[in-house]
């Protein structure tokens, strides 16, 4: 585990002029395989001392619930709740609530999904898929959200491997831009998404390669496309973000039962669909002069 | 020659605002769309008419209502400025899509283009029953790079991708951002 000091440097202006550029106050963790962000901004740069200190402290504490999360979900650690429910060397009713918890949200996400999000589809319980949003979901209401009451302190959020849940101080000037990420071009971005709450998920084979398989079929999905989803709830756009790769390019359909959402596809070959509230905004073809 | 064609693209990509709505889950061949004759509703660009005439969706049956909840407004208005945007290739004003029905009822969504950004997304026709999942999502719609005169990383919080690895993380934008760097 690896955490880096707090900083406490301006950020750069928002395009839109605010008077003041917000103090970025950041705690990261190494973990689910993945690198986890805390971000708390407040209006100063230098807020009250027992304010940083709740801070701090609400980053430390959110950052460990992910932590213990994983040691409790990781189906590569033999010794986390769920290797041992897959061998056997737990029984389902001594296991950790949150383990059932997990486990019907999967059986609910596994319908509505059509079968394209399965957490059993291995033959055992793995609820990969959904544990990382979930779980980050549920640390920023329990330990980032309270601090949105506190002197300064204008917005939230918290992010583990680009998949992010933010929240905004009501009245606050500020709105964050998620920056996501071009599959085709490294290090550059394809689109921006202003959102002041919300939970923002992108899944697809960049950087992993192939690791996205189809339930329906047991096959890894072939040319499957990037898909961002941007939702209420990080568990919620995760979770159909995976469903959306799986579906593929040219199938939106499973938005009938998805909850109310936007996002976008990115080809393999870069075409890019996008909807919102569950219609999709395509550009038109239209002729002159209309 | 190449400065002219380069005017055709910006002033395409502005008419581009014109944006169609429809349902997802209806599979609109662009030739029958195009039947409505309404400008929103024409056939789509590369970005998706490959996937409107191939796709198998029991659901094509159901393109007839993306006319059909139109419920009388036009398909597209504008207004505003009108001054088209070159540096950017979009052009400013209000653009109103056509309703189209969801399995939440019907939806309308307009957007707003100053400056040749979208400045503003907004659904004057929206099922009222989740307030706040409107405001919400309201500015959610994802803003293409294409579509901003710049896409700075100076400007960006938060990124979203495929879960990157400890190992590309050290080399990502997010770290930068992390580090307050960016």
């Known amino acids: ?290 | 020659m190449k400065k002219i064609v380069y005017a055709v693209l910006a002033t395409v990509t502005g008419l581009v605002l014109l944006f169609s709505y429809r349902t997802s889950l209806e599979a609109v061949p662009p030739g029958a769309s195009g039947t409505t004759g309404t400008a929103g509703t024409t056939g789509t660009t590369g970005s998706s008419s490959g996937s409107s005439s191939d796709s198998t969706s029991s659901e094509t049956s159901a393109s007839s209502s993306t006319s059909a909840t139109g419920t009388g407004t036009s398909s597209s208005t504008t207004s505003g400025s009108g001054s088209s945007s070159s540096s950017s290739g979009l052009k400013d004003g209000t653009f109103t899509g056509q309703a189209a029905d969801t399995r939440y009822g019907a939806v309308q969504v307009a957007i707003t283009v100053s400056g040749g950004r979208i400045t503003d997304v907004s659904v004057p026709q929206y099922p009222n029953t989740e307030r706040r999942d409107a405001q919400i999502n309201a500015q959610a719609i994802p803003i293409l790079v294409s579509e901003t005169k710049s896409a700075q990383s100076a400007q960006i919080d938060m990124v979203s991708g495929a879960t990157f690895t400890s190992d590309g993380y050290t080399r990502s934008l997010q770290s930068a951002i992390d580090q307050a760097k960016a």
Request: proline share 7%; with cysteine; hydrophobic share 45%.
């Open chain 1, 1 to 290: 585990m690896s955490v880096a000091a707090p900083s406490a440097v301006p950020s750069a202006g928002r395009a839109s002029g605010a008077p003041v550029a917000p103090c970025r106050h950041v705690r990261t963790a190494e973990l689910m395989g993945t690198v986890a962000s805390a971000h708390v901004l407040t209006a100063s740069p230098s807020p009250d001392p027992a304010v940083a200190a709740r801070i701090a402290a609400a980053q430390r504490a959110a950052l460990d619930e992910l932590h213990e999360l994983d040691a409790l979900f990781s189906p590569f650690r033999a010794d986390s709740q769920i290797s041992r429910l897959r061998i056997g060397a737990l029984r389902p009713e001594d296991a950790d609530p949150r383990i059932l918890e997990a486990s019907e949200a999967c059986v609910r996400l596994a319908a509505a999904s059509g079968g394209r999000f399965d957490a059993n589809r291995q033959g055992w319980f793995d609820p990969t898929g959904y544990v990382k949003g979930w779980a980050v979901e549920g640390a920023t209401a329990r330990h980032l959200a309270p601090l949105l009451v506190e002197s300064g302190v204008i917005a939230v959020g918290l992010s583990a491997g680009g998949d992010m849940q933010l929240l905004t101080a009501p009245g606050a000037d500020w709105t964050w831009n998620v920056g996501i990420a071009d599959p085709l071009r490294p290090g550059a971005m394809r689109a921006q998404v202003p959102l002041r709450d919300g939970a923002v998920a992108t899944s697809g084979p960049a950087e992993r390669g192939a690791h996205i398989v189809d339930p329906r079929t047991g096959c890894a999905v072939v040319d499957a496309p990037t898909a961002t989803v941007i939702a209420e709830r990080l568990s919620d756009a995760d979770a159909w973000a995976t469903v959306a790769v799986v579906a593929g390019f040219d199938d939106l359909s499973w938005l009938r039962a998805a909850p109310d959402c936007a996002g976008m596809l990115i080809a393999a070959d870069g075409r890019v669909r996008r909807w919102t509230h569950g219609v999709e905004i395509a550009e038109a073809d239209v002729p002159w002069g209309r």
